[in-house]
């Protein structure tokens, strides 16, 4: 059950700050211009933000809103994490981020932070160096960490464009290691992040005009069998007849005799009925193919959008 947080939260406040807002009056709060109201400051809880040397803590930053953007090198958690713990060279970075520590019942006025990917409200993430999937969790993880990556995390991202929105892979043929690249990237769509298991293992997408031109193959060869077996048909009907007047010669003066009861009355009337039968079933049937290629295969072809493609 997801933890209802009241708008105004003062539950992790220091108990000095505690203390004011309990003992202070509304004259004094908004004397201080501390009501928070048309852009005054507020008391709010932050974790202090542990720095390193190399790091650039850009002005406005600050714990006071919990929002800041740091520049520096890669490092996910600690001063010792990240290729910047490896004291790697070209591992430069910007992070930005709101909310430190958010998910923690801490009390942010004595609580000290370090990056932290997956409790930390919202990030952007930028590094010339880093191991993206393995920072943010993300399964599959990629085989080629080391190379530069930019990573976006929050509760909910929309990226929004005024004409369209393209997802490009396999760009420039060499990437920042200035390494060669063989392979085209794929896309991948992971919900969850679980893969691989049977309901949950990534598989390739379906391309809508080569799905329409299989369709359009697999009814011709529906087509083709119809056919062929209304050619059948008429050609049992026609051995049927024989078989129905079929006779023998009599061993009397070898004159022919009379087609078997069964041929005159039973034959005849079960052909009736398979051949009733079997035209209505094959009309009917054929009715509906040409129905499903009407609808299917007309010419704006429901099942392909008509805004989003993939190669």
């Known amino acids: 059950m997801t933890k209802k947080i009241p708008a105004i939260n003062q539950e992790h406040l220091s108990s000095d700050d505690k203390e004011f807002l309990k003992n202070a009056s509304v004259d004094q709060i908004v004397a201080l211009k501390m009501t928070g109201v048309g852009g005054e400051k507020t008391l709010d809880q932050s974790a202090k933000f542990v720095k390193t040397d190399y790091e650039e803590i850009v002005p406005g930053s600050s714990n006071t809103n919990n ?185 009397l003066f070898a004159k022919p005799t009379f087609p078997s009861l069964e041929n005159i009355v039973i034959i005849p009337q079960k052909m009736l009925e398979q051949a009733k039968d079997t035209a209505f079933d094959i009309e009917a049937f054929y009715n509906e193919v040409n129905n499903f290629r009407t609808f299917w295969l007309a010419q704006d072809r429901p099942f392909l959008s008509k805004k989003n493609k993939t190669n």
């Open 67 to 251: 929002a800041y953007i740091v520049i520096g090198r890669d490092r996910p958690r600690g001063p010792a994490s990240g290729y910047a713990g490896l004291a790697d060279t070209q591992c430069g970075s910007i992070d930005i981020v709101v909310g430190r520590n958010s998910q923690r019942e801490v009390n942010f006025q004595t609580q000290f932070a370090n990056p932290d990917f997956k409790r930390d409200a919202a990030r952007i993430y930028i590094s010339q160096k880093t191991k993206i999937d393995k920072y943010f969790g993300l399964k599959p993880r990629a085989v080629s960490d080391g190379h530069s990556g930019i990573g976006i995390k929050a509760d909910q991202v929309r990226i929004m464009a005024r004409h369209d929105i393209k997802l490009v892979t396999g760009m420039d043929g060499q990437d920042s290691r200035t390494g060669d690249i063989h392979t085209v990237g794929g896309i991948h769509l992971i919900a969850g992040n679980t893969v691989g298991t049977s309901h949950s293992a990534l598989e390739p997408l379906v391309k809508g005009n080569q799905l329409a031109k299989m369709v359009e193959e697999l009814l011709y060869l529906i087509d083709c069998a119809n056919t062929i077996f209304q050619t059948w048909t008429t050609h049992q009907t026609k051995i049927n007849k024989v078989v129905a007047n079929h006779t023998h010669p009599s061993p």
